[in-house]
């Protein structure tokens, strides 16, 4: 049988060596060290953020970001419920209450709407606002940060946004004036935001199956340079300055490593080239697949760029003539690693008696949804191998 096929594997390019060469020449083996404020550095001016803090994960990013929004014990927190439990996790560890709302149809991500009927449900059944919205940017793609933005503006709502899928990703809103393609739109100057940028503070990851990878990590971002120091402290179990070790609040050891903030600088470097790989998959399976009866790719909402970190289609059985489980179970047996969609939090054991606001499009983006194989180095004859597969499966027309 041919080498296992991963959905999204880890992609070195060569350039990490010189920075991981450089900590154990300097002997900086430490979570801290010229590696990582130079990846600060270099991820803040990537994403257009004044101020970046680098962390062991993207859950300890999370985690950080709802204590530095001043959630805490019994505040609720909005969101989505189509996203990975780490987007969730956080709000237990505040001791807050996740407030699961809905995804909208265009973009698979919470849908604004959702978002107003939420706040005033919880305002009319609490008397309270929540604390915060977390809105997830799921798999290259914005969510509407102008929607939502807006909501959370016209409700004195804190905005967190959880970007740890959307390295690369741009928006550049419904109306953002000029050109339709990215190009058009990059040149155009100021419009364009990368999402993680537009709330108060923002969330990344570098986790092995994201766009780019330290094998793990995380980057906190926001514009406020107070809020990032304060990050940075909790993040070293909160010491304050003196010479002895000195605590008067609760900290954590969530700093990342000067040897994988090297490893980051090398990925970093190469963001563009990843991005642009993962847009040739989705276009080449696109191209493969596209004319097949009940296939659907995730819809591009045409408000930034997507980089389709995954390619994710859904499966209609009637149509198509298996469901999306007998394509996954197919390309298994293949040694060919595909995955349903997120299952949404709503449906899961753990948060079954957590508000939720709709439902019925992240039900059935789950029941019908599957992940491709997406990884920036999936060789194109691997890549033919799988639409194949997939082609065999579907009813003859
Ligand atoms: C990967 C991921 C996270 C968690 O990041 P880690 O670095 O793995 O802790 C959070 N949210 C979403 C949506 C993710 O995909």
Same mark, same amino acid.
């Given at each position: 049988m041919s080498e296992r096929i991963y959905l999204s594997p880890p992609h070195m390019s060569g350039l990490e060596r010189k920075y991981v060469d450089e900590a154990f020449d300097t002997n900086w083996v430490a979570p801290l060290g010229p590696n990582v404020d130079?990846? &600060?550095?270099?991820? +803040?001016?990537?994403?257009g953020s004044p101020h970046a803090a680098a962390l062991s994960s993207g859950t300890a990013a999370l985690h950080l970001a709802l204590i530095l929004s001043d959630v805490g014990p019994g505040d609720e927190v909005i969101v989505s419920s189509l996203t990975f439990v780490a987007s969730v996790n956080p709000i237990t560890y505040v001791g807050a209450k996740p407030i699961l709302v809905d995804s909208e149809e265009r973009s698979w991500n919470l849908d604004p709407e959702r978002i107003e009927e939420a706040i005033r449900d919880r305002m009319t059944k609490t008397g309270r606002l929540p604390k915060a919205v977390l809105a997830v940017h799921l798999y290259g793609q914005s969510a509407d940060l102008d929607a939502i933005h807006a909501v959370c503006q016209r409700h004195?709502?804190?905005?967190?946004? !959880?970007?740890? &899928? +959307?390295?690369?990703?741009?928006?550049?809103?419904? !109306?953002?004036?000029?050109?339709s393609s990215s190009a058009d739109r990059a040149g155009s100057g100021g419009s364009v935001k990368s999402p993680g940028t537009i709330g108060r503070v923002g969330v990344f990851s570098f986790n092995g199956n994201k766009i780019i990878t330290t094998s793990g990590g995380g980057m906190l971002v926001s514009s406020d340079e107070a809020l990032i120091q304060r990050a940075r402290k909790l993040a070293t179990q909160a010491r304050d300055p003196a010479p002895h070790y000195e605590h008067t609040e609760v900290g954590y050891n969530y700093r990342m490593s000067n040897i994988l903030a090297g490893v980051g600088r090398g990925q970093l470097a190469v963001l563009d080239e990843r991005v642009a790989a993962r847009r040739e998959n989705f276009a080449y399976y696109q191209e493969a697949l596209g004319s097949l009866p009940g296939l659907m790719f995730q819809p591009d909402a045409g408000w930034g760029l997507h980089t389709r970190w995954l390619t994710c289609v859904l499966v209609d059985p009637t149509k198509f003539g298996a469901t999306r489980e007998q394509i996954r179970v197919r390309l298994e047996e293949h040694n060919i690693e595909s995955r349903p969609l997120w299952k949404p939090m709503h449906l899961q054991p753990l948060f079954a008696d957590a508000p939720m606001y709709g439902g019925a499009v992240a039900d059935r983006l789950f029941e019908l949804g599957l992940c491709l194989p997406s990884g920036s180095s999936l060789a194109a004859e691997d890549r033919e191998r799988i639409a194949g597969l997939i082609r065999e499966m579907a009813r003859p027309a």
């Open positions: 130079g990846f &600060e550095r270099e991820f +803040a001016a990537r994403v004195g709502v804190t905005l967190v946004e !959880d970007a740890a &899928e +959307a390295l690369g990703t741009t928006y550049w809103g419904k !109306d953002g004036g000029g050109g």
